[in-house]
């Protein structure tokens, strides 16, 4: 063991030293408060680095390099970073390692990374609806084309990127940990996700552009304990290489799965509709996006009448502004979920009618979560709020409307500040007996001083108020420092 350990660490050196580019980040976060819960923007989009808990602090550490070949169509990127803190999902966790691989266009990435929603602003959005930072990231295996590709033979004026990966959820022993005895959990569970995307204008001759696109996401396999909180009831979700294909191309499973899944689609299958217009004026940049979000086949296209699950956006980005940089305003709207009746054909009733969706949960899966994060909006209320050891998604019935803007007014000072109202209805299966309103809002500072070289420097304040989360403050500072020593230079 020692000696394998020797190794590891010769060749984790050797791979340092041969870096080209090489960064070293120190990150520390500390978060205080009164209330219930941490305020819902000090926890939400942080890439499930953070506590639903008032009180919590983290130490972050991370690496990263890149390995350019000389003909420069062929590259290696990699990074890794550990996080230790109180509070947390755990007290000690690996964020990110990874390997990228390029070539040419392509992206071929192996490992656990950072990743944000398809077409939304990071810093200032809700979030996308299938994927939006909120969670801590997943292992996976990708190929992607990151980037735009312009079709030959259109001169530039259409173009395409997407992408197709296949992980695994790694978050069993948390889920165990988590629930009440008897409470349902699962383990070894599989993920999949995919997207494509066409983009119709050239903005090098015009300036208006367009994006239409799709997003699926998975999940199969694994094995679900205490199925639908039944004590005992062990659920074997089958993870054969069919079962891959039909992550791929979502079909109904065999006779190896529940009846429901026979019926419908094997796994828990979610995805969404995006399209974006874009009007890139020399001085300024004005943006509209919508996604609709569906769950399996239903709502996918037209069946139920027009779509009402979305997320509805308009951005306007000052390019050379300083103390309003971005704006942005978003609508979302989860509450019809194709509407509330819903049954399965009987002798007396025949006709089975196929409403009362309940987007983000599942039978076996309990929902679409990492770490009892929605990995989606995280307007839907995650798990680790719950109270019952269940994790359940009990609220995914909402409206809400959201704010964002920041600005840099001065080269050593930088803002952002973000406020969301929403209507809460809980879920058509469990609902809340009256309409919950919460408001949420969030101010950050974040000061990158000249005199302190690759230091940043960041306070926030954030809040709620209303019937959902409570009324919570809190305060919260993050000190950012990179490249403290000159690694290569030490390991020449």
């Not at 000090?42 to 919590?56: A, D, F, L, V, W």
């Not at 109202?421 to 408001?439: A, C, E, H, L, M």
Request: net charge neutral; glycine share 10%; hydrophobic share 35%.
């Amino acid at each position: 063991m020692l000696r394998k350990l020797c190794l590891l660490v010769a060749m984790s050196l050797a791979v340092i030293a041969g870096a080209q580019t090489l960064s070293e980040v120190y990150e520390f976060s500390a978060m205080a408060g009164s209330g219930d819960y941490s305020p819902f923007w000090h926890m939400s989009n942080r890439q499930g680095i953070s506590s639903y808990e008032g009180e919590s602090y983290y130490t972050r550490i991370g690496l990263a390099g890149d390995h350019p070949l000389k003909n420069g169509n062929i590259g290696i990127e990699w990074g890794a970073d550990v996080v230790i803190g109180s509070n947390l999902t755990s007290t000690v966790f690996v964020q990110q390692a990874f390997v990228d691989l390029t070539w040419k266009r392509f992206l071929f990435s192996f490992g656990q990374k950072e990743r944000w929603g398809e077409i939304h602003n990071r810093r200032l959005s809700s979030g996308g609806l299938v994927e939006s930072g909120n969670a801590r990231p997943i292992p996976q295996i990708r190929i992607e084309l990151p980037q735009y590709l312009d079709i030959s033979g259109t001169g530039g004026w259409l173009a395409v990127r997407g992408h197709l990966a296949y992980g695994w959820f790694s978050d069993g022993n948390w889920q165990k940990d988590f629930v009440a005895e008897g409470k349902s959990h699962t383990v070894g569970v599989r993920y999949h996700s995919k997207a494509g995307f066409m983009r119709f204008g050239n903005e090098k001759k015009f300036p208006l552009t367009a994006e239409l696109g799709i997003s699926m996401v998975s999940q199969f396999g694994g094995t679900t304990y205490n199925l639908l909180n039944i004590p005992g009831n062990i659920s074997h979700n089958p993870s054969r290489p069919k079962d891959y294909f039909m992550a791929l191309v979502p079909t109904g499973g065999d006779s190896e799965y529940h009846a429901a899944d026979q019926a419908n689609i094997a796994g828990n299958v979610l995805g969404s509709w995006l399209g974006a217009v874009t009007w890139n004026a020399g001085e300024w940049k004005l943006r509209c996006c919508y996604e609709h979000v569906f769950d399996d086949h239903s709502q996918m296209f037209w069946e139920y009448g027009l779509w009402t699950e979305q997320l509805v956006g308009m951005e306007l980005e000052i390019k050379n502004g300083t103390w309003i940089k971005n704006v942005l305003v978003e609508y979302f709207n989860l509450k019809n979920q194709s509407g509330p009746v819903y049954h399965d054909s009987t002798s007396e009733i025949p006709d089975q009618v196929s409403c009362r969706d309940n987007n983000y949960w599942h039978y076996s899966y309990n929902g679409w979560f990492n770490y009892g994060r929605m990995i989606g909006t995280p307007l839907v209320s995650s798990p680790v709020y719950n109270t019952d050891g269940t994790l359940d998604i009990y609220n995914n019935r909402v409206e809400a409307f959201h704010f964002g803007v920041e600005g840099e007014p001065f080269t050593w000072l930088g803002y952002r500040m973000l406020f969301t109202k929403s209507n809460n209805w809980g879920s058509y299966r469990k609902p809340f007996k009256d309409i919950k309103v919460n408001r949420s809002g969030l101010v950050e500072f974040t000061f990158k001083p000249s005199f302190l070289k690759n230091w940043s420097i960041s306070t926030s304040f954030a809040y709620d108020c209303g019937d959902l989360y409570g009324d919570n403050f809190g305060g919260m500072i993050t000190l950012t420092r990179k490249n403290v020593f000159d690694l290569k230079k030490m390991l020449k």
